[in-house]
């Protein structure tokens, strides 16, 4: 009866230990999951917020591209159309342009780190009287 009553209080030692383990690698699992899910969603949440920052900048350049010079406009031209210094470098990235006559190219550089594993988030609207192309580069 003594030797059989040890069996049974091993057992239970290693059924504990057992759980224990399995509730450590749970835990364990269930952190490194929540902390994928996190980068995840900043990296997504930067490039939309580059993006967003992308068409306003594209609208303030269409505003000035059709008012006439008398109202500080193009007069149907983005030549001298420039980012406005407060936007020009926001949380969500950096921006700089490049304007010819009928169109001005704004590109948008993002906090997170882009597509490619080693540079960051970079997007490039392309803006005509009419539009506002945006597309991925990184």
């Known amino acids: 009866f003594i030797k059989r009553r040890n069996k049974q209080k091993l057992n239970m030692g ?5 759980l224990l383990v399995v509730s ?3 835990v364990v699992l269930a952190i490194t999951i929540g902390i994928e899910m996190f980068a995840a969603n900043s990296k997504t949440s930067n490039r939309d917020g580059v ?3 992308l068409n306003n900048l594209g609208t303030l350049a269409i505003q000035f591209y ?3 010079e008398s109202f500080w406009g193009g007069s149907s031209s983005f030549i001298s159309w420039e980012i406005p210094e407060k ?3 926001t949380s969500n990235g950096i921006y700089s342009v490049a ?3 009928l169109n001005a190219t704004i590109t948008g550089f993002g906090q997170e780190v ?5 540079n960051p988030i970079e997007m490039v609207a392309v803006v005509t009287s009419a539009s506002i192309v945006i597309s991925v580069v990184n």
């Not at 290693?14 to 057992?18: A, E």
């Open 14 to 18: 290693q059924q504990q230990i057992l």
């Open 66 to 68: 059709k008012k006439p």
């Open 99 to 101: 304007c010819t006559n």
């Open 87 to 89: 936007m020009d470098s």
């Open 24 to 26: 450590v690698i749970i």
């Open 51 to 53: 993006v967003s920052e």
């Open 114 to 118: 882009g597509n490619d594993g080693a």
